[in-house]
């Protein structure tokens, strides 16, 4: 049981090492000596766990899921209007990118890794998909307005999450991008949404930062 004990560790500090080196220095450049370095094991220990790069890249992507499921888990549990937790992932996700490494190497393992085809869980058909499935559950709460037509409303949850990760790229500020979000968000809602008072949604981040938000490593 020890020994097995002592393996996860080890594991675990590869993993969280790896998301660190990816997000850092980008998956390309990030070595697996660097990854090995960073956790404080031996080349051999790492192989033993991960025979190449896209091995741990995958294992970080899962870790990143984590992150995602995690944070829709918790604010679905206090939110009851599913185009509120739409709107409060995407600022959510403008403090991921600056604060969580698993977050922050997903898009750079996304943005570098050569693949015939994006794969379930890179940056954007993870998250574009997750958030597409609660524009699902705001449909069937309704809360979309009749005239609002499934593919339009992807499309805006789309330039959300686009814009968040393009503008966390360039270096924009967290306060400008911040804003950017709540300029787009109150321009879109009173398109996207019911007018019910019982069921509004509003443009501006959570005063409350999620406690899935805080870095854990």
């Given at each position: 049981?020890?020994?097995?004990?002592r393996?996860?560790?080890?594991m675990e500090?590869?993993v969280v090492?790896?998301?660190?080196?990816?997000?850092?220095?980008?998956?390309?450049?990030?070595?697996?000596?660097?990854?090995?370095?960073s956790?404080?094991?031996?080349?051999g220990?790492?192989?033993f766990?991960?025979?190449?790069?896209?091995?741990?890249a995958?294992?970080?992507?899962v870790r990143?899921?984590?992150?995602?499921?995690t944070?829709?888990?918790?604010?679905?549990?206090?939110?009851?209007?599913?185009l509120?937790v739409v709107?409060?992932?995407t600022h959510?996700?403008?403090?991921?990118?600056?604060?969580?490494?698993?977050?922050?190497?997903?898009?750079?393992?996304t943005?570098?890794r050569?693949?015939?085809?994006?794969a379930?869980?890179?940056?954007?058909?993870?998250?574009l998909?997750?958030?597409w499935?609660?524009?699902d559950?705001?449909?069937?709460?309704g809360?979309?307005?009749?005239s609002?037509?499934?593919a339009?409303?992807?499309?805006?949850?789309?330039?959300?999450?686009?814009?968040?990760e393009?503008?966390?790229?360039?270096r924009?500020?967290?306060?400008?991008?911040?804003?950017w979000l709540?300029?787009l968000w109150?321009?879109?809602?009173?398109?996207?949404?019911?007018?019910?008072?019982?069921?509004?949604?509003g443009?501006?981040a959570?005063?409350?930062?999620?406690?899935?938000?805080?870095?854990r490593?």
């Amino acid at each position: 049981m020890a020994r097995q004990e002592r393996s996860e560790r080890t594991m675990e500090r590869l993993v969280v090492a790896a998301a660190d080196q990816f997000a850092s220095q980008g998956f390309v450049k990030a070595s697996l000596a660097d990854v090995s370095r960073s956790a404080g094991v031996t080349k051999g220990a790492l192989f033993f766990h991960f025979s190449t790069k896209d091995e741990l890249a995958d294992a970080v992507l899962v870790r990143a899921q984590d992150v995602l499921e995690t944070m829709v888990e918790e604010m679905c549990e206090t939110e009851p209007v599913f185009l509120q937790v739409v709107v409060d992932m995407t600022h959510a996700l403008n403090r991921l990118l600056r604060d969580d490494a698993f977050v922050m190497a997903s898009v750079r393992i996304t943005r570098e890794r050569v693949n015939d085809r994006p794969a379930p869980l890179d940056f954007y058909p993870l998250w574009l998909g997750r958030l597409w499935q609660l524009l699902d559950e705001a449909r069937g709460n309704g809360e979309l307005g009749r005239s609002v037509a499934d593919a339009s409303a992807r499309t805006m949850v789309t330039a959300a999450v686009s814009g968040v990760e393009t503008l966390t790229w360039t270096r924009a500020s967290r306060v400008e991008t911040e804003k950017w979000l709540n300029d787009l968000w109150e321009l879109v809602l009173p398109l996207l949404k019911v007018e019910d008072e019982k069921r509004t949604a509003g443009a501006a981040a959570p005063l409350a930062q999620a406690p899935s938000l805080k870095k854990r490593y």
